[in-house]
């Protein structure tokens, strides 16, 4: 490995991919499903599933057991999560729809719509593992 970093050339890292880590593929994907995303038919048996996103972004998911197999310390975080996935619902009513929808389905509510003082209509649901996902318009 050369030390020498006056010889490397500079590398611009791009945002590829977010990765969920997920105990249940199968309720995760179908969460997911509810606000757009698109996985490939039996992907709720596999171990890694990843959609791509129009504009190139990827989307990943792995079971515990998946990021186990690589970092056998690995425990899920205890609390509340730290990363967030926020969706565009398009205006105020498409949240509150969106919210209802999901909300009717069972997954929890964290935050119910509310007008925020930054000037969106704003929701917060638990997918199936506890993760924060913003609605929002």
């Given at each position: 490995?050369n030390s020498?970093?006056?010889?490397?050339?500079r590398?611009?890292?791009?945002?590829?991919?977010?990765?969920?880590?997920?105990?249940?593929?199968?309720?995760?994907?179908?969460?997911?499903?509810?606000?757009?995303?698109?996985?490939?038919p039996?992907?709720?048996?596999?171990?890694?599933v990843?959609?791509?996103?129009?504009?190139?972004?990827?989307v990943?998911?792995?079971?515990?057991?998946?990021?186990?197999?690589?970092?056998?310390?690995?425990?899920?975080?205890?609390?509340?999560?730290?990363?967030?996935?926020?969706?565009?619902?398009?205006?105020?009513?498409g949240?509150?729809?969106?919210?209802?929808?999901?909300?009717a389905a069972?997954?929890?509510?964290?935050l119910k719509?509310?007008?925020?003082p930054?000037?969106?209509?704003?929701?917060v649901?638990?997918d199936?593992?506890g993760?924060g996902v913003?609605?929002?318009?």
């Amino acid at each position: 490995m050369n030390s020498d970093n006056s010889s490397t050339p500079r590398v611009t890292p791009r945002l590829d991919l977010i990765g969920v880590v997920t105990s249940d593929m199968a309720a995760s994907l179908a969460f997911y499903r509810r606000l757009g995303l698109v996985f490939a038919p039996g992907s709720e048996e596999a171990p890694h599933v990843e959609t791509t996103l129009p504009g190139g972004l990827r989307v990943a998911f792995d079971t515990e057991d998946t990021v186990r197999s690589f970092h056998p310390g690995w425990q899920p975080p205890a609390g509340a999560g730290r990363l967030g996935l926020a969706f565009h619902c398009g205006t105020s009513g498409g949240v509150d729809a969106v919210y209802e929808e999901l909300v009717a389905a069972g997954y929890r509510s964290e935050l119910k719509p509310f007008d925020a003082p930054w000037g969106q209509r704003y929701a917060v649901v638990l997918d199936p593992d506890g993760n924060g996902v913003d609605l929002f318009a």
